[in-house]
């Protein structure tokens, strides 16, 4: 009886604990969407977080991720990894699901430094096939145009150095301790 008395006991010290212990969860503030994992098995799991989430996060915030997510997505059509709006954004949820927030900033500036840096190598051999043309054979008059578009190229140049700076700015500040 001695055995039964004290396993008896022990299950309503265990049952009174597990009882205590559900209330504090209850009753305990939601987690931290900036720590906690992205819910996004689905699309509509992710617009549903992204809703609760969107909640605790400053304005500055909020529009930081979602230009991260729209980077995402982008990478996503560009790399041809899925099509169509709904697989688009199933890949997306693939992606991030059960990713940190800081993870998923990472992940897109991360994306962007990489986009960046081969699109900057591309506008630079536009460039030297431009000064080609601009310093070969022909009339300074049949150059304008090539003139023209050095200027656009050069533009395009300098917008995109500067993108491909804040894009490691910010990844530095995401990866330090």
């Given at each position: 009886?001695?055995?039964?008395?004290a396993t008896a006991t022990t299950l309503r010290l265990f049952l009174i604990a597990a009882t205590a212990g559900l209330f504090f969860a209850a009753?305990?503030?939601?987690?931290?969407?900036?720590?906690?994992?992205?819910?996004?098995?689905?699309?509509?799991?992710?617009?549903?977080?992204?809703?609760?989430?969107?909640?605790?996060?400053?304005?500055?915030?909020?529009?930081?991720?979602?230009?991260?997510?729209?980077?995402?997505?982008?990478?996503?059509?560009?790399?041809?990894?899925?099509?169509?709006?709904?697989?688009?954004?199933?890949?997306?949820?693939?992606?991030?699901?059960?990713?940190?927030?800081?993870?998923?900033?990472?992940?897109?500036?991360?994306?962007?430094?990489?986009?960046?840096?081969?699109?900057?190598?591309?506008?630079?051999?536009?460039?030297?096939?431009?000064?080609?043309?601009?310093?070969?054979?022909?009339?300074?008059?049949?150059?304008?145009?090539?003139?023209?578009?050095?200027?656009?190229?050069?533009?395009?140049?300098?917008?995109?150095?500067?993108?491909?700076?804040?894009?490691?700015?910010?990844?530095?500040?995401?990866?330090?301790?």
């Amino acid at each position: 009886m001695k055995t039964f008395r004290a396993t008896a006991t022990t299950l309503r010290l265990f049952l009174i604990a597990a009882t205590a212990g559900l209330f504090f969860a209850a009753c305990s503030p939601p987690s931290d969407p900036r720590t906690a994992p992205i819910t996004a098995a689905t699309p509509d799991d992710f617009a549903a977080w992204k809703n609760a989430a969107c909640e605790k996060l400053t304005s500055a915030e909020r529009v930081e991720f979602d230009q991260c997510i729209n980077q995402i997505r982008l990478r996503i059509s560009m790399n041809n990894e899925a099509s169509g709006d709904a697989a688009v954004a199933q890949a997306l949820c693939d992606r991030i699901n059960a990713k940190t927030i800081h993870e998923v900033l990472v992940m897109a500036y991360t994306s962007e430094a990489e986009w960046v840096t081969k699109e900057l190598a591309r506008q630079r051999e536009t460039l030297a096939r431009a000064d080609a043309v601009l310093n070969g054979p022909g009339s300074e008059e049949s150059k304008t145009g090539a003139r023209a578009f050095r200027v656009a190229v050069v533009d395009a140049i300098d917008k995109l150095e500067a993108r491909l700076a804040k894009a490691k700015a910010r990844l530095d500040e995401l990866q330090k301790p």
